[in-house]
């Protein structure tokens, strides 16, 4: 309203608005919040920045909640929130509880989450465990914008590794009697699959010896992946990771999705034959080579299985958006699955896709890479038994999706400040220990009133307090939820400091009301933020 204004009265030269960007600036001393709109402005009318922020400013109607503007070199325009809307922000907190920090941002629209999807041929290992936890924190994020979001574990049940699981399963399964029988090239040769073959034999048997091969492999392939299904499940509901829909691969053959997909290509002209194989023509659409969908030998690729599952996921399951989330070897993967979404009619910006990079263990500075227990790949549920579910998922998501992770286990174990995991659930075990004493002494604080919070201590409390709703609307447009341990730190260290400089408990009954409810309030947003990492929120320790 204000550039408008003041380019109908000449102040500033019309032009085309750049984006509106209202940002928190580094240093507090220039207020909550500042815009660098003027900045902009002046790059595209080649005038002072400065005088159009004074211009601006002047123009601005009064903002509830604001109690000054100002500008700033070399064309910053802040502003600062009143003392008195920031205290009444507590009140909010507690009026809001668990609700606290949701926002209408999604509108109700139908989101699908997909992420993890290993093949069910071996144990989650530690990037299997990043992916789990960026993906099901990411969906409690969206949750909390407003999206109406689903959470999907796509099971990889067909195919050629299928095939070669099958088959090593078998072989290992013929071991357990004593038959001197080879493991093929291709085959499987983790210690597990010697561990899941014994299991079959001792509760089934020499059965599978007594039938022909062909059905003996896929009978007893289907035992071996229903366990290995079952495993990865368990494993992930102890890292606090639940699915609404575990989708199964085999079934886009059966259910017709891969044929309907197909037809759609085919009529709009993006399928060829050449090579005795089917191909999608990748290269009509930009992209630099076609892509394989049938093999020479008759079986569909990996690529035409995703074909036809997002297929599924956009013509026939409508979601409006769809999140995958995928581990760093998929990344030649995006491009060819954005060109076949666009083929099938389907705007390639409804389907966005995050890839994970790698995780390095260390114990300290020795990076770990073989498991002491096997001697094999450590697994997820190795690390788990050794620094916990909460240091897991913590760790697991202080660094963006697309940056290598150093996970260093004895950190994550440590029990002081050193450990962020450690740090940030002290702050709500001593928020949970003065809610205690309060209840204790009898103190009825839901009268008290919290204009009496004017020590800087306490605004700056509120101050990170208040920045939950924005912080979790800035997530969910970005896909961005490893904010959220960051600013659990920051809650954290700013709730010791109030601690240290405010007795919140005192002699004076006014001011310990007021601070009981800012510390509700504090509490209330640190179990929130925990509660979005799928952490739990300790009482004591």
Not at 24 to 52: C, E, W
Request: include cysteine; charged fraction near 25%; proline fraction near 4%.
């Amino acid at each position: 309203m204000a550039v408008r204004t003041a380019q109908e009265r000449g102040a500033i030269v019309p032009t085309t608005l750049p984006e509106l960007l209202v940002e928190r600036p580094q240093d507090p001393k220039h207020g909550d919040y500042a815009s660098s709109l003027a900045l902009k402005l002046a790059r595209a009318t080649r005038a002072n920045p400065m005088i159009i922020a004074e211009k601006l400013a002047e123009l601005l109607p009064p903002i509830a909640g604001v109690e000054r503007v100002t500008i700033a070199a070399p064309g910053f325009i802040n502003f600062t929130i009143s003392g008195k809307w920031l205290t009444e922000q507590v009140n909010v907190v507690l009026k809001q509880g668990d609700a606290y920090g949701n926002v209408p941002l999604g509108g109700g629209k139908r989101v699908q989450v997909e992420f993890v999807s290993v093949n069910p041929t071996g144990p989650l290992h530690v990037g299997h465990g990043r992916g789990a936890v960026l993906g099901s924190t990411l969906a409690n994020v969206l949750t909390a914008a407003g999206y109406d979001v689903e959470r999907e574990y796509y099971v990889n049940d067909a195919g050629t590794q299928i095939d070669n699981f099958r088959i090593s399963l078998y072989v290992r399964y013929q071991q357990c009697f004593d038959r001197d029988v080879p493991m093929p090239n291709e085959g499987y040769f983790g210690k597990y699959m010697v561990e899941l073959a014994r299991d079959i034999a001792s509760s089934e048997g020499d059965r599978f010896l007594r039938m022909p091969e062909d059905r003996a492999i896929c009978e007893l392939g289907a035992i071996g992946l229903s366990r290995m299904v079952d495993a990865i499940r368990d494993e992930l509901d102890r890292l606090r990771v639940k699915f609404d829909t575990w989708f199964s691969e085999h079934d886009l053959y059966q259910g017709g999705q891969w044929d309907r997909a197909m037809d759609i290509l085919r009529n709009g002209g993006y399928v060829t034959q050449k090579e005795n194989a089917i191909w999608f023509v990748s290269t009509a659409l930009g992209e630099d080579r076609d892509n394989v969908l049938v093999r020479s030998n008759g079986s569909p690729t990996y690529f035409a299985s995703d074909v036809a599952y997002h297929y599924n996921k956009f013509l026939e399951r409508k979601f409006d958006q769809v999140i995958n989330i995928w581990g760093a070897d998929h990344q030649g993967h995006v491009s060819r699955m954005k060109a076949v979404i666009g083929a099938l009619g389907v705007s390639p910006e409804r389907l966005k896709v995050i890839i994970t990079q790698l995780v390095t263990l260390r114990r300290g500075q020795e990076v770990v890479r073989l498991s002491k227990r096997s001697g094999d790949i450590i697994t997820l549920a190795e690390v788990m038994d050794e620094v916990g579910v909460d240091a897991c998922r913590f760790v697991f998501l202080s660094r963006s999706a697309d940056s290598q992770m150093d996970f260093d286990l004895e950190l994550a174990k440590k029990q002081s400040v050193e450990n962020p995991v450690y740090y940030v659930q002290y702050a709500y075990a001593r928020i949970a220990s003065i809610l205690r004493l309060a209840q204790e002494q009898g103190i009825n604080f839901a009268d008290g009133d919290v204009s009496l919070l004017t020590n800087d201590a306490e605004l700056a409390l509120l101050r990170e307090i208040v920045r939950l709703p924005e912080l979790i609307e800035m997530m969910a447009a970005r896909l961005e939820p490893h904010h959220l341990p960051h600013y659990a730190q920051d809650l954290a260290t700013i709730f010791h400091s109030f601690y240290q400089q405010c007795r919140v408990i005192s002699p004076d009954q006014a001011v310990t009301k007021a601070r009981l409810k800012l510390v509700m309030a504090a509490r209330i947003v640190l179990a929130r933020v925990l509660d979005l990492m799928g952490m739990t929120a300790p009482e004591r320790m």
